[in-house]
T-cell receptor, first 111, second 114 residues
């Protein structure tokens, strides 16, 4: 167990809807990153938050947005869901480049 | 841009034997970190081992060790005395110092045969 928690575990949404995924970082970690992992693929970087500010973004459209709170927990919001958004969404927290510690993920299915 | 390549989609090994998973990467940066992550069916990505590029000594963690060849941009993982619990997807990953994102390979599915 890494101390990183995510909710919900599973989620089913309809195309066009909006979704919010939540993550609590490991104690003491001030950086949270979000990754999308399609079936059979390696995770792809969505964005990172450091001390409540976005600190880098991958090749994802603006309908993917996020927040980080003063306690370093984070949310990932996805608007106008598309079928291709179906994936495992992983949250990871870190203190430096020494390694990212991942949560168990949220499985999102868009129908 | 950085890339990570794992050329073995699947590997299998007998319990108690040794297995080596391959990873190559490409970057023009000199300061970076390399990682191996394990992802069992439970989906949780677990950090197995990390290597700082500036260190010549290969990292080891109990039964897990790496062969880091910086000039060849190769970073293989050796698992000794394989156990049934080692069965999982294994991902090689790279992060540039000061950058925000881990770049992952496609993964290798490791099966342990009893």
């Amino acid at each position: 167990e890494t101390g990183v928690t995510q909710s919900p575990t599973h989620l089913i949404k309809t195309r066009g809807q909006q979704v919010t995924l939540r993550c609590s970082s490991q104690s003491g970690h001030n950086t949270v990153s979000w990754y999308q992992q399609a079936l059979g693929q390696g995770p792809q970087f969505i964005f990172q938050y450091y001390r409540e500010e976005e600190n880098g973004r991958g090749n994802f459209p603006p309908r993917f947005s996020g927040l980080q709170f003063p306690n370093y927990s984070s949310e990932l919001n996805v608007n106008a869901l598309e079928l291709d958004d179906s994936a495992l969404y992983l949250c990871a927290s870190s203190l430096n480049e020494g390694g990212e510690y991942f949560g168990p993920g949220t499985r999102l299915t868009v129908t | 841009a950085q890339t990570v390549t794992q050329s073995q989609p699947e590997m299998s090994v007998q319990e108690a034997e040794t297995v080596t998973l391959s990873c190559t990467y490409d970057t023009s940066e000199s300061d970076y970190y390399l990682f191996w992550y394990k992802q069992p069916p439970s989906r949780q990505m677990i950090l197995v081992i990390r290597q700082e590029a500036y260190k010549q000594q290969n990292a080891t963690e109990n039964r897990f060790s790496v062969n880091f060849q910086k000039a060849a941009k190769s970073f293989s993982l050796k698992i000794s005395d394989s156990q049934l619990g080692d069965a999982a997807m294994y991902f090689c990953a790279l992060i540039i110092q000061g950058a925000q994102k881990l770049v992952f390979g496609q993964g290798t599915r490791l099966t342990i045969n009893p």
